[in-house]
């Protein structure tokens, strides 16, 4: 074929294609049963915490805190053996533990060895987001439509929290042989080991392989591509020249360094404080719900109305993620904003209409930041630093989840809940001033012209 080598300029060229679809349906799929994992410890909390006679602060803490504080070292571990092995080896292996760590919870005796089967489950669930739909969606898609496909990958796996409400409101409340919400880890765990084979299908990044100086792997991949492409479309749009910079070992000090010291400083503290904004209300919706007084039926009901607005939310950014008007970087400070103050909604109301109503709309706008900025944090470095720069500040998300998943809830225990979201709302303006005036502009930029 034309023009061998040249890989990232070629995939950037391509139309969508069916192996593209299938690339994302794939890539889909591991990322539903990662936020499958993220989302059961919101809903099993009140159970733990009978379960072990611990209270509900510490139910979170050991549902929810520790399963963040192995995800904070299963993603700079994980990333790095993406720069390393390749971004496959690393996506095939977390897999692996993040099974493990679920299928153990039942054989938990104690709050303790409990807790670390959340953290080993950490491990395994810390890197999935970031590099497999965040990197290889970046290192694979064009930048025309790379935002817009990357939201569809998440609008496809946000059924996730769906399927869990759903489950939760039949299984929680029985015993099967054992407690019923350790079925939802058992159904968890399974479900990761049955689509281990499928990771298998993945290809290995182009952009990885060429920047290692692996053209004939390389080759063959973008060769694929491009040869459906021809079959599908009959041609092939003309090639513009794109630089790729090749290294084999990058420094830590390069993501410090006059080109990037500044994305790397909005978004080392980005990552560290939206986490109290996302996750204070998705691990915490139930148990907010059970402070002010509901059942435990009752509140896992109004949590599925509530949680079917990650979805639709997600639903909605495909649409808006790629717009040169409303760049990803303006998304992200406009979200987290409304965010703050909808939450402070949430957490003063009492009435059910109401609580239903912000509750809905505040899932809604947590997933088109959610897409915005996943998309956003990939793209703001090139390929030779970005499975260990994005892993940096995505595994410092993980580590601000632990203190805030630690204290949130102490916060919502001793003064309520308008308390805590009283909390997030400040730390949701921090966030907001923070990308405003530090991030640069992204929307259907190429990653090589983004990320020199």
Avoid at 109 to 114: C, D, E, Q, V
Avoid at 210 to 219: H, I, M, Q
């Amino acid at each position: 074929m034309e023009n061998k080598g040249n890989y990232t300029a070629r995939l950037e060229r391509l139309p969508w294609t069916s192996l593209h679809t299938k690339l994302l349906i794939l890539l889909a799929i591991g990322e539903f049963f990662d936020l499958f994992d993220l989302f059961i410890g919101g809903f099993v909390v009140p159970s733990v915490a009978a379960y072990y006679k611990v209270g509900r602060a510490d139910a979170v803490f050991y549902t929810v805190a520790l399963l963040f504080l192995g995800a904070f070292v299963g993603c700079l571990l994980f990333t790095l053996i993406g720069d390393a092995y390749g971004r496959r080896t690393a996506i095939v292996l977390n897999m692996f533990l993040l099974s493990i760590g679920e299928l153990l919870i039942p054989l938990a005796s104690n709050i303790g060895l409990y807790g670390l089967f959340r953290f080993i489950s950490g491990l395994g669930v810390g890197p999935e987001a970031v590099l497999v739909l965040d990197i290889m969606s970046t290192e694979f898609f064009p930048a025309r439509i790379r935002g817009r496909r990357l939201a569809l990958g998440y609008t496809l796996a946000w059924t996730s929290p769906i399927v869990i409400a759903v489950l939760s409101i039949f299984i929680i409340p029985r015993t099967f042989i054992i407690p019923g919400w350790q079925w939802l880890y058992i159904i968890s765990g399974l479900g990761i080991l049955s689509i281990i084979p499928l990771r298998f299908l993945i290809p290995e990044s182009p952009r990885w392989l060429e920047v290692k100086g692996k053209f004939e792997e390389a080759e063959k991949i973008v060769s694929k591509f491009e040869e459906r492409a021809l079959k599908e479309y009959g041609s092939l749009p003309p090639l513009s020249e794109i630089k790729v910079v090749k290294a084999e070992k990058i420094p830590i000090s390069t993501i410090f360094s006059k080109e990037y010291r500044k994305r790397t400083t909005m978004l080392w503290i980005f990552e560290f404080f939206q986490t109290a904004a996302y996750y204070g209300f998705t691990s915490l919706a139930v148990t907010v719900l059970l402070t002010k007084g509901f059942t435990i039926v009752s509140t896992l009901q109004y949590s599925l109305i509530i949680y079917t607005g990650y979805f639709t939310g997600s639903l909605i950014s495909v649409f808006i993620i790629d717009s040169k008007k409303f760049d990803r970087k303006w998304q992200i400070v406009t979200m987290i904003i409304l965010i703050g103050i909808d939450g402070l909604i949430f957490g003063y109301s009492l009435n059910v209409p109401i609580l239903l109503t912000s509750g809905f709309i505040l899932a809604n706008m947590a997933n088109i930041f959610s897409n915005a900025f996943h998309q956003y944090g990939a793209e703001l470095y090139p390929t030779r630093i970005r499975g260990f720069a994005t892993g940096a500040q995505y595994s410092l998300s993980r580590l601000g989840n632990f203190i805030w998943q630690t204290y949130l809830p102490k916060i919502l225990v001793a003064y309520g809940p308008f308390a805590m979201f009283l909390a997030i709302f400040i730390i949701a303006i921090v966030v907001a001033l923070d990308v405003g005036i530090l991030g640069p502009k992204a929307s259907q930029i190429k990653v090589e012209e983004l990320s020199p």
